[in-house]
């Protein structure tokens, strides 16, 4: 793609450049691996109510001995009664 060409709001651009170097603001990566996301839902065709939703994070820190990257995810499942989530209010 041409250098002036705009950047996917997916971070696909980040990912294949493989930047590494970029430094979390607020806790948050604005640019480089540590933004790359995959993102899964599932939804109710009935309601059209989400249900379950899954988050992977596949560069959330590098491993400072071995240099591998580390992945971490998140998941939240909402139906009927059923409310359970990965991540603690």
Do not use: M
């Amino acid at each position: 793609a041409p250098a002036n060409s705009a950047a996917p709001a997916d971070s696909t651009n980040e990912y294949i450049s493989g930047r590494k170097d970029v430094a979390p603001v607020d806790g948050i990566a604005p640019a480089g691996l540590c933004s790359a996301l995959v993102l899964v839902g599932a939804y109710d065709r009935r309601t059209g109510c989400p249900v379950l939703g899954v988050i992977n994070e596949p560069f959330f820190r590098r491993d400072p001995l071995t240099r591998r990257w580390q992945g971490r995810y998140h998941w939240g499942v909402a139906y009927g009664d059923t409310r359970l989530c990965s991540l603690s209010p």
